[in-house]
């Protein structure tokens, strides 16, 4: 099956996956002109009403920058939506949505027919993240167009399964598009989410130490000076597993060797927050971080992975 027309020609295979309280419309409009996609949750505006003006101004500086740049257009962006129950905005940030077009809906934490069906009424392509084959067979069932396996190594919430398990058993019956999650951090890592089936990697972690993510800079250096072995997989803080900065949560107060289990119930999204200490004081991030030495611009993050993928590309098949 040939890709969406929004994601067909991407200058770069990369989605940028959408960070809790970290995204924001500067770190979105400076990945979508470096050419990768930039995304946020919806939820990351706060009060509800500023979503409109968040919308606003991505839509609007994009188009600026793409009638400077007819042969250099920006990449699509795309907004996260949050369809657990818990999630009382739900209803508001759709029809903010549908008021901008918003050309990629991510959804996530529920698959739900009627939301894949708002966003293709306004001509908007929906991938939905998934853990598992079983999951992948229900998000495509209830009609999103491609999925995100979030294999392991992920940060924030995320799977146990191999990224080479999972997409090889997507792609025995799905052959639509798919962004791997998962440990990628590097231009190779890139292009080896391609040779195993992929699309398009998606990365969050590397795009948290960029000059434009809206980070505390302790949660940057943290991420430069850490490596996969400072990574904790966890259900404590929210109820959902997923991977953390050991040093965050010894900074809590916390033993990351120690951690009981958590309840999906902590979890409370829409007005009344984020899950409680996460992602504010303990510190989502996944297993590639390796590759992250400094805080960079999204520009020269970008160019970095571009960079490293022409290099595999050119090792492996020369081409």
């Not at 042969?71 to 129950?85: S, T, W």
């Not at 027919?113 to 079983?134: R, S």
Request: a negative charge; glycine letters at 10%.
């Amino acid at each position: 099956m040939p890709l969406p027309p929004i994601l067909a020609n991407l200058p770069l295979p990369i989605i940028g996956s959408p960070l809790f309280i970290i995204s924001h419309p500067k770190l979105v409009i400076e990945q979508c002109k470096a050419g990768v996609v930039g995304s946020m949750p919806a939820l990351n505006a706060r009060p509800a009403s500023q979503l409109d003006e968040w919308l606003a101004e991505i839509t609007e500086t994009l188009a600026t920058y793409n009638r400077a740049n007819p042969d250099k257009p920006a990449a699509p962006f795309a907004i996260n939506q949050i369809v657990h129950k818990s999630n009382d905005r739900l209803d508001h940030d759709m029809q903010m949505c549908e008021k901008y077009k918003v050309p990629i809906l991510i959804s996530s934490l529920g698959a739900r027919p009627e939301i894949n069906q708002a966003a293709h009424a306004w001509g908007g392509v929906v991938l939905h993240d998934i853990i598992n084959n079983t999951f992948a067979h229900k998000a495509i069932e209830k009609g999103a167009d491609g999925l995100i396996p979030v294999a392991a190594g992920a940060g924030g919430h995320a799977g146990v399964k191999s990224p080479f398990a999972l997409v090889a058993e997507i792609r025995e019956w799905f052959d639509g598009p798919i962004a791997l999650s998962g440990a990628i951090g590097t231009g190779a890592g890139v292009l080896a989410a391609q040779a195993c089936g992929a699309d398009f990697a998606y990365i969050g972690s590397a795009f948290i130490a960029t000059e434009e993510a809206r980070a505390a800079e302790g949660y940057k250096q943290m991420i430069v000076e850490s490596t996969s072995d400072d990574i904790v997989y966890s259900s404590l803080f929210t109820g959902v597993h997923g991977n953390y900065l050991k040093p965050s949560i010894r900074n809590a107060g916390l033993d990351p060797e120690n951690l009981p289990e958590g309840d999906i119930s902590t979890m409370q999204f829409g007005s009344a927050g984020g899950p409680k200490k996460a992602w504010k004081d303990i510190w989502g991030c996944g297993q590639g971080i390796g590759s992250v030495k400094a805080v960079v611009p999204v520009a020269e993050m970008v160019a970095r992975l571009k960079r490293e993928y022409d290099e595999a590309r050119q090792r492996i098949c020369g081409c």
